[in-house]
């Protein structure tokens, strides 16, 4: 069974860091694209940060977490991370991990992505 399975989310404080893991099994992800995408409270799902396949995949970010976000993944291609650094208030969201299995470009757009986790919350107190 192909799956991703998020974790990392909990309730921190403006101005915290917190880590969020997505493994993926039931087939090798190597080669798709990964992306983060959030939702928060009475918004729409919006996204975050993406990467592309291969050992040199394209990294893309949203305009709101350049410079405090960093997206990665480890050697087998199977686990994504997304290290999140300075988080706000309005980084309160459910993130949900995502893996593009028919592209082969890395894309922000939700729509390319066939696969798609469960989420998992990140609540920031200020």
């Known amino acids: 069974q192909v799956r991703l399975v998020e974790s990392g989310g909990g309730l921190v404080q403006a101005g915290a860091s917190l880590r969020l893991s997505c493994a993926a099994s039931?087939?090798?992800?190597?080669?798709?694209?990964m992306g983060w995408f959030r939702q928060g409270p009475g918004k729409e799902r919006e996204f975050v940060a993406a990467?592309?396949?291969?050992?040199?995949?394209?990294?893309i970010y949203a305009d709101s977490v350049k410079g405090r976000f960093t997206i990665s993944r480890d050697n087998n291609g199977n686990t994504v991370y997304l290290q999140m650094n300075s988080l706000k208030s309005e980084d309160t969201a459910v993130y949900h991990c995502?893996?593009?299995?028919?592209?082969?470009?890395?894309?922000?757009?939700?729509?390319?992505?066939?696969?798609w986790g469960q989420g998992t919350q990140v609540t920031v107190s200020s």
């Open positions: 995502a893996a593009g299995s028919y592209v082969t470009v890395v894309t922000s757009n939700p729509d390319q992505y066939d696969l």
């Open positions: 990467i592309g396949g291969g050992a040199n995949g394209r990294i």
């Open positions: 039931g087939r090798t992800f190597r080669w798709s694209p």
